[in-house]
């Protein structure tokens, strides 16, 4: 936890487009949250959950679109404290393209995630 600690401290002092990409991860991914959570509907007893095989949609339960918030967790969380993490080992570069593909991860997940909210009802 010192290590983390100093890294962060070091990130903060050296590093403030690593820092910028850490807080656009994080938003971007508590935006995420919510709207998956909005979107949520448990009212509805088949719902849109994901792509077929040959490109239909698939029908499912409304349990199975909880793997959108849990995902936004990860990307928000686990996933600083994994660049921290990464910084600590390998240095600024890879970090920065550690945060930026999370990033493209997160925009992706909210483009599946608003195609398959436009595909109820």
Do not use: C
């Amino acid at each position: 936890m010192k290590d983390y600690k100093a890294d962060l401290k070091k990130i903060y002092q050296t590093e403030r487009l690593m820092l910028v990409l850490m807080i656009i991860n994080f938003l971007a991914s508590l935006a995420l949250a919510i709207f998956s959570l909005v979107k949520l509907n448990p009212a509805s007893s088949v719902i849109k959950v994901g792509y077929g095989d040959i490109g239909g949609y698939r029908d499912g339960s409304w349990t199975e679109f909880i793997a959108f918030p849990l995902l936004a967790i990860l990307f928000g969380i686990l996933h600083n404290f994994i660049a921290v993490r990464i910084f600590h080992k390998r240095g600024a570069g890879i970090t920065k393209f550690f945060l930026i593909t999370t990033s493209t991860l997160i925009v992706g997940t909210f483009i599946v995630l608003v195609r398959l909210v436009s595909q109820e009802g």
